[in-house]
């Protein structure tokens, strides 16, 4: 019986000791545990070093900026102070003392005539003409109903002569007439070709079109003024320059409405084109000015014309196209003989 129990015991015992042995962890266990731990500190603190260096960058860019932008505004002054330096340098140079001396003030005016025309003047419309002002203010006064004119169309004068002719028609509104230039590749030969394709066989002439004036609505133009460029040492009798101005003039004064006069006062060395201005409708001429009341009717038809002989000329009527024509020979011929006249009385 003895037996028996401790046989029976020995079992539940086993059990009891395997529980508690279960209770209390194995080294091995612990070891896993405690590496477990180690791990998860090591993450959460590289997280946060992430983060810090994320916030650490995100304050650092802002200061780099704000620095290379204190660099470039202290660039922008050094180079302003460079540019104030350069300009005063220049100005109080010996050779512009010169200009200011009060001896050579005609120097003074031709040299910033030069500096305000040189930067958008073209070289074949420029007029090296001396203005002769007393004779210009003769020719003026021929000009009967001058204090009733409304505006006056000045073309191709520098700012200078602008203000000479306010301080001669004061009453008058004065209008600097702008006109763009006629490009480089266009020649006389190109508008006055000697052959072109009459039968229009092969293609359909034209001449290429020029620069126009934009037609001021208001004030009325009772007076267009030209300064007309003469280069005696070249061709100036078949200048495309000198022609363009012409031809603009003698198309404004066509666009007059109404039956008022408009008068053409050309300044320049050289002889006018008799074919647009006519010799009989010179009013007056004195040295290198010419004074012309045209007949705006005849006007109206010439500008409707092509330029040149570079197109056929649609006929207006068979009858006006042919007086058009006799007319425009009819004043060459004559014109010299008119002018002749004229000096002589």
């Not at 260096?53 to 802002?62: I, M, S, Y």
């Not at 109206?300 to 196209?321: F, I, M, T, W, Y």
Request: proline share 6%.
């Amino acid at each position: 019986m003895d037996d028996g129990k401790v046989n029976v015991a020995s079992p539940v015992a086993a059990a009891e000791s395997k529980k508690m042995r279960g209770l209390s962890p194995s080294p091995l266990e612990a070891r896993h545990r405690l590496s477990s731990s180690f791990e998860e500190a090591n993450k959460r603190r590289s997280q946060r070093y992430r983060v810090f260096r994320n916030v650490e960058k995100a304050l650092h860019v802002p200061i780099q900026y704000r620095n290379l932008n204190c660099k470039k505004s202290s660039l922008k002054v050094l180079l302003v102070i460079i540019s104030l330096g350069t300009l005063f340098t220049l100005f109080r140079s010996p050779a512009v003392h010169i200009a200011d001396h009060p001896s050579s003030a005609a120097s003074r005016s031709s040299f910033m005539r030069w500096m305000g025309e040189s930067a958008t003047a073209d070289p074949r419309y420029l007029s090296t003409l001396d203005m002769d002002w007393d004779q210009i203010s003769s020719v003026v006064e021929k000009l009967t109903d001058r204090n009733k004119y409304q505006g006056i169309g000045l073309l191709n004068f520098n700012d200078s002569d602008i203000e000479q002719w306010k301080q001669l028609l004061p009453d008058a509104e004065h209008v600097p007439l702008h006109l763009d230039h006629v490009s480089n590749n266009i020649t006389w030969e190109v508008l006055y070709p000697e052959w072109i394709d009459e039968e229009e066989e092969f293609e359909v002439p034209t001449c290429p079109s020029l620069p126009m004036i934009q037609v001021p609505g208001k004030p009325r133009i009772d007076l267009i003024a030209v300064k007309l460029p003469c280069n005696k040492l070249g061709r100036w009798s078949r200048d495309v320059a000198r022609l363009h101005l012409q031809l603009e003039a003698a198309r404004l004064a066509a666009s007059s409405k109404g039956l008022h006069p408009v008068h053409v006062l050309l300044v320049t060395d050289c002889f006018p084109i008799p074919n647009l201005f006519t010799c009989k409708d010179i009013v007056v001429h004195e040295g290198n000015v010419w004074l012309y009341k045209p007949n705006l009717h005849r006007l109206r038809e010439k500008v409707r014309l092509p330029v040149g002989s570079c197109e056929l000329a649609v006929p207006l009527k068979a009858k006006g196209q042919s007086e058009t024509g006799f007319i425009m020979l009819f004043d060459s011929a004559i014109c010299l003989k008119i002018l002749v006249e004229m000096e002589a009385s």
